[in-house]
């Protein structure tokens, strides 16, 4: 029985860190109805963002979200992030050379801090 968890638990194991070096990216996602959380590094993802909020830390992911998202607080270094905003969202970004590509109806609220960011509507 004992064998048979450690078989089980390897296999498991090796599921995952496969999964992990498909893209290099390690770290958490989290992707529920109110949120998509992404951490760790190198992360090359496109989620639909269907109205969530979307936090992004770490470094060097490439993001991009379809749809229209709620808000995006990015805090890290070297991310790259594609999204459309809704008209009365937050855009927070904090860290270094952050790019985000951004597009939306009206004009979010923008609170940036940091060096080296490209910050630009499309």
Not at 63 to 82: D, F, Y
Request: proline content about 2%; aromatic content about 2%; some cysteine.
């Amino acid at each position: 029985m004992l064998a048979l968890r450690t078989i089980a638990l390897a296999g498991i194991l090796g599921l995952a860190a496969h999964g992990a070096m498909a893209d290099d990216a390690v770290g958490e996602v989290i992707v529920d109805k109110d949120q998509i959380a992404i951490a760790g590094n190198g992360y090359v993802r496109t989620f639909p963002c269907d109205g969530r909020r979307v936090s992004i830390n770490g470094t060097q992911h490439n993001i991009t979200l379809t749809g229209t998202c709620a808000s995006l607080e990015m805090n890290g270094a070297e991310n790259k992030v594609t999204l459309a905003l809704a008209p009365k969202a937050v855009m927070v970004v904090a860290g270094i050379q952050q790019t985000v590509n951004w597009r939306s109806t009206g004009e979010p609220q923008q609170r940036i801090s940091g060096v080296g960011h490209k910050i630009q509507r499309n």
